[in-house]
């Protein structure tokens, strides 16, 4: 009697897994349009049959795309759900190809730890006209997948207008005007009250409307509308995915909002809250990973503020932060075929290991009130931790954009550029209150430090070099970019500064050098002299007070 119940009991087993699994089909997929190009989106719907709970949940159902390169890489991308129920559902892959050629690929959709796949195909991408990816190249230097090198020159828009702020500070009307003017970066915030991927309660209800969806459809909408703006005006973005301690009472993942977890300490510590990150992760991959203008990836805006009291207590332990980020930075290069820069970033309180994280590319900060320390942070960052360092955020204030400081403001704005250009650094470093700047219309002035950027990289071949240069009372910084030479001088005092500039130099040749005033992007004209003991030197150079120059020297042929 026992066995033949437990034989029984086994065919029942048997039967409900073989009906549980004969409900899983894949039936079909099918490329939207009939072109790729390289670096372009190419699109795909899958339908198919699944039982699930959660479609956003990959613990739940995970669709993929597996693809092989024209030069025999495997990839594997993750699809997400577009529409429908377990009956019947549509979903999306969204693929940007890194080589032309010829790729094979079919999808594999797995639920309950078992597989299904839809025949191979293949498709054809045709070469491109963008120039790709942006990856970690040097200190100096991001480069693009074709190899041409990239250094960003922008500013934070944090975000748009919010219901108590004027409203025409949208992307729409911030974002043009950077492009036009040659800033070709910026950095932009996920959080209640813009783009809320996450957030079920909206921090801008006359932006986004409240939703109990697993993503906001209005953060999606207007994520995707942002993309094409950006990719239209060739800017490039460091999209920062949470705040410091996403405004817990808000946040997504506090249990009172139906999440996972009751306090902040344990977002850092949670399976449940780290596997719902990681939905989240592995969604922003599937749907905007294809996008060459998510330059960067920033898990956390400012970090150690969420780590640390005001009074500078503990109340996370640092092992712990530096954990998460270990673990979500390695997911997140494990499932991103197209390997975008990863980041993180605090206000002023290293974390212990953070900086030392190998799946973070390059290590940020914050820097308010002292942007005279600038040039001096990224040597001993750089030779501590041997990866490129930004400084995300720096401004004259960090209270706020008070218009009685706007002549002090301005300034600070500008010697921040010219300190980052002159820097080892791929980013410049960027102000906050963008608001501010453009009332005071100070975007126009990214075009003086486009030019020379541009110079530099022109003339480097790949190679900057910092050279020793002294000016007397004036603050001087010098790049050697391949066999040109490049001085930063600033009048940082309140009257007139005149005196000698003496640059090193790797000969005495006859040289020609002129200045470029940044104020009204003119030259000077072209004079020419020999250095002396390998060292150039320009006896009465004078400047008045905060006046900025750009010397630029090269052999004289």
């Known amino acids: 009697m026992y066995l033949k119940l437990k034989i029984i009991f086994s065919l029942v087993l048997v039967s ?6 004969s409900q899983i089909k894949l039936i079909s997929d099918s490329l939207l349009g009939n072109k790729v190009a390289e670096y372009e989106k190419a699109e795909w719907n899958i339908h198919l049959s699944a039982p699930f709970n959660n479609p956003y949940d990959q613990k739940d159902i995970a669709l993929d795309m597996v693809l092989t390169t024209p030069s025999g890489n495997p990839l594997v991308l993750p699809c997400y759900f577009d529409s429908g129920n377990s009956t019947a559902s549509v979903w999306k892959a969204r693929f940007a190809p890194q080589e032309k050629g010829k790729y094979a690929y079919y999808f594999q959709l797995t639920v309950n730890k078992k597989s299904v796949s839809l025949p191979q195909k293949s498709f054809f991408a045709s070469p491109g006209t963008k120039p790709g990816f942006l990856h970690k190249n040097d200190y100096y230097t991001f480069k693009f997948d ?59 209800p006359k932006r986004y409307a409240n939703s109990t969806d697993y993503f906001n459809a209005g953060g999606i909408k207007r994520m995707e509308q942002l993309l094409h703006l950006v990719d239209s005006l060739h800017l490039y973005m460091m999209i920062t995915l949470d705040m410091n301690s996403g405004n817990w009472p808000n946040n997504p993942y506090n249990q009172a909002n139906g999440g996972p977890i009751k306090t902040w300490p344990e977002f850092f510590t949670s399976q449940a809250a780290m596997d719902k990150y990681k939905n989240k992760l592995r969604y922003m991959v599937g749907r905007w990973g294809y996008s060459t203008n998510i330059a960067a990836f920033e898990f956390f805006n400012e970090i150690d503020n969420g780590v640390f009291t005001p009074a500078d207590s503990i109340i996370i332990p640092h092992i712990n932060i530096t954990n998460w980020h270990d673990e979500m930075a390695r997911y997140l290069k494990g499932i991103d075929p197209y390997n975008h820069l990863v980041t993180t970033s605090i ?92 009332d005071q219309n100070m975007t126009p002035y990214f075009r003086a430090v486009r030019e020379i950027s541009d110079k530099m990289l022109k003339a480097c071949n790949g190679s900057f070099e910092q050279i020793a240069v002294s000016a007397s009372l004036l603050q001087a910084q010098a790049v050697k970019c391949g066999d040109a030479y490049f001085v930063y001088l600033l009048n940082n005092s309140d009257s007139r500064v005149s005196g000698p500039v003496t640059l090193v130099l790797n000969s005495n040749r006859n040289f020609a050098f002129q200045f470029f005033d940044p104020e ?38």
């Open 16 to 21: 409900a897994w073989f009906n549980s699994y």
């Open 146 to 204: 074709d190899g041409e090198l990239f250094r960003g020159i922008g500013e934070n828009v944090g975000w748009e207008s919010r219901s108590f702020e004027d409203p025409k500070y949208t992307y729409d009307k911030i974002l043009p005007p950077l492009s036009k003017n040659g800033a070709n970066f910026f950095r932009t915030w996920m959080c209640p009250w813009n783009l809320p991927l996450e957030w079920k309660k909206s921090g801008n």
């Open 347 to 438: 206000s002023h309180r290293d974390i212990a290991g953070l900086n030392s994280i190998a799946y973070i590319d390059f290590n940020q900060k914050h820097i308010y009130k002292h942007t005279e320390k600038i040039p001096s942070i990224y040597p001993d960052y750089i030779q501590t931790y041997g990866k490129p360092y930004v400084v995300g955020e720096f401004g004259y204030r960090w209270e706020d954009a008070d218009p009685q400081y706007a002549t002090e403001a301005d300034y600070d704005y500008k010697r921040g550029l010219w300190y980052g250009l002159f820097s080892p650094t791929p980013i410049l470093p960027m102000t906050w209150w963008w608001e501010f700047f453009d």
């Open 520 to 557: 009204t992007r003119s030259y000077s004209q072209k004079s020419h002299k020999r250095a002396q003991s390998k060292k150039l030197i320009l006896p009465n150079i004078i400047l008045e007070s905060k006046q900025s120059v750009v010397l630029l020297v090269k052999s004289a042929r």
